[in-house]
């Protein structure tokens, strides 16, 4: 089970830290996806790390936002900066739970989804 944290509602260039948690699996050793799904927009697959930690960022995020491990305390957080009001969204972690070294940003490649927690960015 993954479940989504530290979502809420933000100022335009404020940040926010996102928590993708799981219990009964141990997310170091699987690729993890982070996605988000804006009002009457699809899906978009905007960053992910590899069990190497290799990571990936859509070109919407890059150099905003920073996905990252924290093995002791079995969890994926996605920090976000300079928030603008694009960035409104529901955003969802995901695993993927068969082998496999390297992520992609889509979302078929994962299993199993978190519930998604609200990013609501206005001024």
């Known amino acids: 089970q993954l479940v989504v944290s530290g979502g809420g509602s933000a100022q335009p260039g404020g940040s926010l830290r996102l928590s993708c948690a799981a219990s009964?699996?141990?997310?170091?050793?699987?690729?993890i996806g982070w996605f988000r799904q804006a009002p009457g927009k699809e899906r978009e697959g905007i960053s992910c790390i590899g069990i190497n930690d290799f990571t990936r960022y859509a070109d919407s995020v890059k150099g905003r936002f920073t996905i990252s491990r924290d093995n002791a305390q079995n969890t994926v957080a996605l920090q976000i900066n300079s928030l603008n009001p694009e960035d409104t969204a529901v955003y969802y972690c995901?695993?993927?739970?068969?082998?496999?070294?390297?992520?992609?940003?889509?979302?078929?490649?994962?299993?199993?989804w978190g519930q998604g927690t609200q990013v609501t960015v206005s001024s």
């Open positions: 009964g699996l141990t997310l170091a050793s699987y690729p």
């Open positions: 995901a695993v993927r739970t068969t082998v496999q070294a390297a992520c992609i940003m889509t979302g078929w490649f994962y299993d199993f």
